[in-house]
């Protein structure tokens, strides 16, 4: 039995990347037909919309959870795999892999393993706590610390308040989330109960943790597990759009940390007030531990890092959470729109 799948890559000013990553794509696939590109970039990639065996789109928004839902749109398989456009397939036999794995089991979702090709401490850095030790996780000391902090240590595939998450099991096993690099999800279970407002952040580049919404909303619909089989490379030139400007990106990551929090109140039938509460207290330890990394080395880096993170927590007192979970919304109107502007590129929809 085949697995009846179609593959959905998002990119953005990438040209010479996703083109290679969709060629080595076609080399793989066992039939065509099978690939849908949706593009923000600022020029169409003349080089895709040639190849008669895919699916080009171009977005009008430069914002990712977006392009997912529009690749999603286009979609008509009932198993949908994403990628990024800087992941690489190292594992020549991974198409039949995944069809083994994804069939053996009743999944809604499989999150996939890969290995970064170069350095993200800088990124990585961005969500450890500032109080985190250098000592070794399992002592009582840096436990306790972290536990105050607002930075627990969790259970392997474990979520909780902020989207603080555990880490990835060793073995095939459940979990509640997965990276937006490279996954897997049932077409029917994506974007139920899902609450589009998160697409209102990313358009005002205030938004992070995508997979985390993601991953999550899909593990309250059935089972989600995570494949440590390692099959991916994760390619990134270290030009991401997250690491470009230090003071956006930490107001990114900080202020995002509110929606999260919220929306794990919402998904578990929460208080909305606990929810502000742990934030705040996150924050505030955020905050504090930034501020002393100033003190200690002031660079601008630090000082970028710094006001960034003050930014977010000013901006957080005022924010008001909203919930639309009906696809009848704006954002659906903004599909419609993108891919009636591109049906002169859609050669092979059906």
Not at 61 to 69: A, D, G, S, V
Not at 177 to 200: C, H, P, Q, V
Not at 225 to 234: A, C, S, T, V
Request: hydrophobic share 40%; aromatic share 16%; charged share 25%.
């Amino acid at each position: 039995m085949n697995l009846d799948f179609q593959l959905i890559i998002t990119t953005y000013n990438r040209p010479v990347q996703i083109f290679g990553f969709v060629n080595s794509l076609l080399h793989l696939l066992p039939d065509v037909d099978k690939i849908i590109v949706i593009d923000s970039s600022d020029k169409i990639n003349e080089d895709l919309v040639n190849l008669e065996s895919i699916i080009y789109v171009q977005s009008t928004h430069k914002n990712q959870p977006y392009q997912r839902f529009l690749g999603y749109q286009i979609s008509e398989s009932p198993w949908l795999i994403f990628f990024d456009d800087d992941m690489e397939i190292i594992d020549y036999q991974f198409f039949e892999k995944i069809s083994e794995r994804i069939l053996e089991k009743e999944y809604v979702g499989l999150g996939l393993n890969f290995q970064d090709k170069h350095d993200q401490t800088f990124l990585l850095s961005l969500e450890k706590s500032a109080f985190k030790s250098k000592n070794s996780e399992s002592s009582f000391f840096n436990n306790t610390i972290r536990s105050f902090t607002g930075y627990p240590i969790l259970e392997k595939g474990k979520v909780s308040w902020n989207g603080l998450r555990g880490k990835q099991p060793s073995e095939l096993q459940s979990t509640e989330w997965f990276s937006g690099g490279a996954f897997i999800a049932k077409s029917e279970f994506l974007y139920r109960n899902f609450n589009f407002t998160l697409f209102d952040l990313y358009e005002k580049r205030l938004g992070k943790g995508e997979d985390f919404i993601i991953s999550y909303t899909l593990s309250k619909s059935g089972k989600v597990f995570f494949l440590p089989d390692l099959m991916l490379l994760h390619n990134d030139q270290q030009n991401s759009v997250y690491s470009n400007n230090h003071f956006q990106l930490a107001q990114r990551v900080l202020f995002s940390r509110l929606f999260l929090s919220l929306e794990y109140a919402r998904l578990n039938n929460l208080s909305f007030a606990n929810a502000k509460i742990k934030f705040h207290w996150y924050a505030f330890w955020r905050v504090i531990g930034v501020f002393f990394n100033y003190l200690i080395k002031r660079t601008s880096t630090q000082k970028e890092l710094m006001k960034g993170n003050f930014s977010a927590w000013k901006m957080a007192f005022s924010f008001q959470y909203k919930i639309e979970l009906s696809k009848d919304n704006y954002w659906t109107s903004e599909t419609k729109k993108d891919i009636s502007a591109s049906k002169h590129l859609l050669k092979n929809a059906k």
